[in-house]
T-cell receptor
Framework: SQTIHQWPATLVQPVGSPLSLECTVEGTSNPNLYWYRQAAGRGLQLLFYSVGIGQISSEVPQNLSASRPQDRQFILSSKKLLLSDSGFYLC????????????FGSGTQLSVL | GQNIDQPTEMTATEGAIVQINCTYQTSGFNGLFWYQQHAGEAPTFLSYNVLDGLEEKGRFSSFLSRSKGYSYLLLKELQMKDSASYLCAVRDNTNQAGTALIFGKGTTLSVSS
């Protein structure tokens, strides 16, 4: 069966510090991968998606970047965090064929102070 | 672009029935999803509609009318554990993100005894 792992679960970082969140998927090949952010009182916002290694598309301009160095690994990064980067970050995957639903990781609660 | 609207908050009592409405506007509708999200946790999949009509799954049912851009999630025999946010999401096949889901802001349901 397929599983998705995301870490860390919580993170407190000072403004201006770097960020690296990692997500890995097991039990499937060539998944579509996504990063979403959920700010307080707001809905899930799609940040990045990837359909293959090295293929990253960004939905909104921002202070963040994403990379996919391996088929089932998706990394969210920032060189210098802003206060507005605080939020609940969720990694998700779906089958390459599209499938019917997204499967979410357990999320990372990021607080930038 | 996409626009998804759902009520911000709803309250109900144990044992009751509640209906959470969702209206959407998309360029190329390709499915509507409902997710449940408890505070601090990842969303979990509840239901999927791509054709008009009612999909029933235990205590939960979801309805779709594509011509009206409307869906609802019906929860029967409410339990305290049903207190959560309910997220309406659509897949738009004209979206550059392809298989990604676009989410509404969610409806926070509070169930009281």
């Amino acid at each position: 069966s397929q599983t998705i792992h995301q870490w860390p679960a919580t993170l407190v970082q000072p403004v201006g510090s770097p960020l690296s969140l990692e997500c890995t998927v097991e039990g499937t090949s060539n998944p579509n991968l996504y990063w979403y952010r959920q700010a307080a009182g707001r809905g899930l916002q799609l940040l990045f998606y990837s359909v293959g290694i090295g293929q990253i598309s960004s939905e909104v301009p921002q202070n963040l970047s994403a990379s996919r160095p391996q088929d089932r690994q998706f990394i969210l990064s920032s060189k210098k965090l802003l206060l507005s980067d605080s939020g609940f970050y969720l990694c998700a995957w779906s089958p390459a064929s599209g499938g019917e639903k997204l499967f979410f990781g357990s999320g990372t609660q990021l607080s930038v102070l | 672009g996409q626009n998804i609207d759902q009520p911000t908050e709803m309250t109900a009592t144990e044992g009751a029935i509640v209906q959470i409405n969702c209206t959407y506007q998309t360029s190329g509708f390709n499915g509507l999803f409902w997710y449940q999200q408890h505070a601090g946790e990842a969303p979990t999949f509840l239901s999927y509609n791509v054709l008009d009509g009612l999909e029933e799954k235990g205590r939960f049912s979801s309805f779709l009318s594509r011509s009206k851009g409307y869906s609802y999630l019906l929860l029967k025999e409410l339990q305290m554990k049903d207190s959560a946010s309910y997220l309406c999401a659509v897949r738009d096949n004209t979206n550059q993100a392809g298989t990604a889901l676009i989410f509404g802001k969610g409806t926070t349901l509070s169930v009281s005894s």
